[in-house]
C-alpha cells in the first residue's frame, strides 16, 4: 500500500488482485486508488480481467488497506462494456468484488477486454 499526500488530500494505492485483474488497457494511471479526505474516502479506477472469468460473481478486483474500509458493506452498479452491467462490492472487511455481470438477461463470462469502470464513496 502507497500513501501520499497533495494538497490535503491522502492517495492510498489498494492492493489489486493481479491474478485476476490488470488496469484496463495496461495503464497503470487507471489501477484502483483511493483520494482520502475530512473522513471520506472515495475510490476509482478502470480495470479489466487478467484471464477469462467464468461467471463472474464475488471475484476480488483489489483489498482495500485496514483504516480506511466502510463501517457498512456498500453496493453499487456499475456499467460494464456494451450494455452489461455489474454490482460492485465494497465489504467492511476491506475487499472490493465484481459480482452479477450480466447483460442485462443472462451472467456472464467475461473476456479479457471487458471494460470495468467504478467509483464509490464512503465515510469512514
Request: with cysteine.
Amino acid at each position: 500500500m502507497a500513501v501520499s499526500t497533495i494538497i490535503g488530500t491522502k492517495i492510498v494505492y489498494p492492493t489489486l488482485n493481479t491474478a485476476k485483474f490488470k488496469p484496463y488497457n495496461d495503464n497503470e494511471e487507471n489501477k484502483p486508488i483511493m483520494y482520502v479526505r475530512n473522513g471520506v474516502v472515495t475510490l476509482v479506477g478502470m480495470v479489466a480481467p487478467s484471464v477469462q472469468l467464468s461467471d463472474a460473481d464475488g471475484h476480488l478486483i483489489c483489498t482495500i488497506p485496514e483504516g480506511y474500509r466502510p463501517r457498512f458493506e456498500l453496493h453499487s452498479i456499475m456499467q460494464g462494456s456494451g450494455t452489461a452491467r455489474w454490482d460492485l462490492r465494497v465489504t467492511t472487511s476491506g475487499d472490493v468484488l465484481l459480482q452479477r455481470y450480466s447483460d442485462n438477461t443472462v451472467a456472464q463470462s467475461l473476456p479479457t477486454w471487458v471494460f470495468l469502470p467504478f467509483h464509490a464513496t464512503w465515510v469512514f
